[in-house]
């Protein structure tokens, strides 16, 4: 839920603009008049909703994302232009992803001074197609949705891994990334955000375990593209055709890749299972169902799923550690930043307490109740 290639942020970075700002970016970069704008709650980026119409008129107005990259990730136009031409590619390729309004000079984004941060700080700016649906985090996600999310993050990063081969690709090699799962021990230099408790003893434990039992093994995961934040606000559906008693619910829009980087397809399974742990009533369940799904398009190495569960307990290690040091950082953001940390600590320590055997013995039974019904005559 985070962006940029950054080790530890030191100052403010997150745009500042206000909505009449924001107004005068769609109308300055992109010839469009704002019929109005809201603000959308983001990270570490800054997000409005906007209608627009050539004529400035609400009938046959389009509705888009303006999405103002922070100033450090600005830096790196090559980095977001990666993003920004997979978003293009996948929904060339019938993913439900945004694709970039041009703007006034052809381009995909433009960078622009302004908002209130001192300084002249840059920002690069995008307009984005609004993609409409509900977050997965607003409601009940049933089973048959929990497969289906782990299909389409295997989906997602085998296409952008195997046919996605723009110039620019290769920004997205990205070290010290503090959000690439591989990165997990980097989290020893934030954890004081989060004080002397046991949800830091938890965390200790956990990159400990991970310096210890995964690290070492990583180059013999599968090397491929990860979007890298599937997560239930980045995820979007809409009702889909009912079949039996249970609501159903198809994907109707993946958002917000500025955390795509080389990673490993393991990665993208376990951050898919922790976000999908968030909300969930039986969220020790959710494991399989989402694991099933993924293994339908990329079946893990017995190597891959030893270390699933520590790649899992990692990802929520990196979103409560660094919804905490960014805390500090914007303490006006504070609400959206702590999202996860609402039910995660408890998913955590209940991960934790259970150990890692009895945890992965729920998830590949049910992997394998869908295995069996895939191979059955």
């Not at 607003?138 to 997602?156: M, V």
């Not at 891959?304 to 953001?333: D, W």
């Amino acid at each position: 839920m985070a962006s940029g290639d950054r080790r530890q942020p030191q100052a403010a970075t997150k745009p500042a603009f206000g909505e009449e700002e924001a107004a005068e970016l769609v109308d300055k970069v992109f010839g469009l008049k704002a019929v109005w704008v809201r603000p959308l709650p983001s990270y570490d980026d800054q997000n409005f909703h906007v209608k627009v119409s050539d004529g400035g008129e609400a009938e046959g107005a389009e509705e888009y994302v303006l999405k103002i990259t922070n100033s450090e990730d600005s830096q790196q136009p090559a980095l977001i232009e990666a993003q920004t031409r997979a978003m293009v590619f996948l929904s060339a390729h019938g993913f439900p992803s945004a694709t970039p309004r041009l703007t006034k000079d052809g381009g995909i984004m433009s960078v622009q001074e302004g908002g209130s941060r001192p300084g002249n700080q840059k920002y690069v700016v995008r307009l984005l197609t609004y993609l409409p649906g509900t977050p997965v985090a607003k409601i009940a996600a049933p089973t048959q949705l929990l497969y289906d999310i782990g299909k389409l993050a295997a989906s997602l990063d085998k296409a952008l891994t195997e046919q996605f081969h723009h110039p620019s690709v290769s920004s997205l090699h990205r070290g010290q990334f503090i959000w690439n799962l591989a990165n997990v021990p980097l989290l020893e230099q934030y954890v004081d955000a989060l004080g002397q408790n046991e949800y830091r003893e938890v965390v200790e434990w956990v990159i400990q375990q991970f310096k210890e039992k995964v690290t070492p093994k990583i180059s013999s995961f599968r090397p491929c593209i990860n979007h890298g934040d599937l997560n239930d606000h980045n995820i979007l559906v809409v009702p889909g055709s009912p079949r039996g008693a249970a609501p159903q619910y198809r994907v109707s829009g993946v958002l917000d890749f500025s955390d795509m980087s080389y990673g490993r397809y393991v990665f993208e399974a376990a951050i898919a299972i922790m976000y999908m742990m968030v909300e969930s009533a039986e969220p020790l369940r959710v494991g399989g169902h989402v694991l099933a799904g993924f293994e339908s398009v990329v079946p893990l190495t017995g190597g891959e799923r030893a270390a699933l569960f520590l790649l899992v307990s990692g990802r929520f290690a990196q979103s409560l550690v660094m919804a905490a040091h960014t805390a500090l950082l914007y303490p006006e953001n504070e609400e959206y930043l702590m999202t996860t940390a609402k039910t995660g600590w408890k998913h955590l320590m209940a991960m934790c307490a259970l150990g890692q055997e009895a945890v992965e013995k729920m998830w590949f039974e049910t992997a394998a109740v869908y295995a069996r019904r895939e191979t059955a005559p």
